[in-house]
């Protein structure tokens, strides 16, 4: 039972659309990433998903909208939503999902990483 | 489905040990709240908790050791470990827990709040 900093374990990867495990509590898991460019469109049928932005800005597209986060935002996307999101800068953000999510939901491509990595 | 921003939430209450929710996902709920003083001992039976620390240094105490977390930390008390946070200035905190935890866990004090008023 150790504190986890969150600006220490962001220094232990660069890879983008790679999210890193640092956390597990009630069967949900807490996960760093860093993202840049276009992700793909997916929805994840059975889990709702939480975007934290540490830094930088996210858009995430929907098909009739388009949110931006900022720094010290957060947003919920309900489970059954496709979504999609672009970092036109690097964004670093928290993520909180089920241990079961695969990241990109209903699609597998060649950003899909199988087994999150722990930090 | 709107970007929820944590400073933003933080100015709607003043009040100490009253976590307020701030938005639900997979069973778990989002709790904001701001710390000043010593809480209670307790324990959570069955839930994991997480303190993630907006503003200020949080001490958690355990039975066998003391903790301390700083902004940008974060700590998960796995159920069943007895803990007494303890805030010498006010402390800003993220919680993330399951929607049926009491946050005074095994004990009903005059701190305990039955439902999280929903900011």
């Known amino acids: ?6 600006s220490e374990k962001l220094k232990l990867f660069n890879e983008h659309w ?8 009630n069967g949900q898991q807490l996960l760093l990433a860093k993202l840049k460019g ?17 830094k930088g800005s996210l858009v995430i597209e929907f098909r009739d909208r ?3 986060l900022n720094e010290g935002e957060l947003l919920i996307i309900p489970k059954g939503v496709e979504h999609k999101p672009i970092a036109k800068e690097e964004v670093q953000v928290l993520l909180f ?15 899909t990483v199988e087994t999150f990595e722990t930090i």
Not at 40 to 54: G, K, P, R, V
């Open 38 to 54: 276009e992700f793909i469109w997916h929805t994840h049928e059975n889990e709702d998903e939480l975007f934290f932005i540490i």
């Open 66 to 68: 388009k949110v931006t």
């Open 18 to 25: 790679t999210p890193k495990k640092i956390g597990e509590l």
């Open 1 to 6: 039972m150790k504190p986890i900093n969150i």
């Open 97 to 111: 999902e089920p241990l079961a999510i695969k990241h990109t939901g209903n699609v597998v491509s060649n950003l």
